[in-house]
């Protein structure tokens, strides 16, 4: 009986592992099949969009093709009128450069008339060197340029260097092929300037971090300094031409006056070397000969 019992139970044992064995495999297969159709459902999904794609790619190309039209023309309309405005725009400034133009030609005729009546001999012209910015080594300075004209192509030192809009600074080092330009706004820059309006001589400071500062040589003129006066060079040394603009009176966060510079020190791009020489010698008189009294009466006797 014992024996038996232990049999029937071993066959029951081994009929649920059986089982259990059975039910895994199922499940492993349901799953399997279940993501084989996943698989292969979106692989037709895909070419099914794909198919759709392809055939209403056309349509949609015809169908959108007013709306591309409309977006066009109502792009054109608005180039038109942001045309006209620009172009009435140009107009005024156009006018009124002409009634500048006019009023320059008559100063000038006006101004040749007064040389020759008064006989008065100007300076030569100064000459330009045309240069490229190659580089912006400092070297000892901290704002400076490096240009592609030395001292064959006729670049001196102490000579300016301009822009289309202003003085950008001075030569300090020339060579035969390439020199550098030392910028209003470096620590070690000082250019002597004239504050127009005003009449007033100063020193223009730079300032590396911030607008250069003017300094007066003596104390500042006693009628108000306006911000926007127009500041050019002095001429004082006899380094720098007088008259070429360097920026506009404008106020500093310290409380000074500074200048806001014309040229743009950070585009700076093509410039020009202003060949200036000062004209420095003199011709002195000739030494008067002093005849004494008693030479005269010798000489009438």
Known sequence: MTSLGYAKRDGLRRREE???GLIFLTALSFFMVLFSLYGAQASVFEKARESVLDTFAPVLSVVGA????????????????????????LREENAELRTW????????????????????????PAAYVDAAVIGENGGPYQQALILSAGRDDGVRKGSAVV?????????????RGASRVLLLTDYESR?????????????????AGGLP??????????????????????????????????????????GTLGVALYADLGKADLVRVVDYAFPQEVEEPAAETTISASEVASLGG
Request: proline share 7%; charged share 25%; net charge negative.
């Open 18 to 20: 059986r089982r259990y």
């Open 66 to 89: 007013p709306v591309r039209w409309t977006e066009a023309r109502v792009g054109d309309v608005q180039d038109y009128f942001r045309i006209k405005a620009e172009n009435e725009r």
């Open 101 to 124: 133009m006019h009023e320059a030609l008559t100063l000038r005729s006006q101004l040749a008339y007064y040389e020759t009546i008064l006989d008065t001999h100007l300076p030569a």
């Open 163 to 175: 822009d289309d809009e202003g003085l950008l600074g001075r030569i300090v080092t020339a060579g």
């Open 191 to 207: 250019t002597p300037v004239f504050v127009e309006g005003v009449g007033a001589e100063a020193l223009l400071a730079g300032r």
């Open 213 to 254: 500062v003017l300094q007066f040589f003596a104390e500042p003129p006693a009628d108000p300094i306006e911000v926007g006066t127009r500041v050019v060079t002095s001429g004082a040394g006899g380094l720098l031409p007088r008259g070429i603009p360097v920026g506009a009176v404008a106020a500093r966060p310290d």
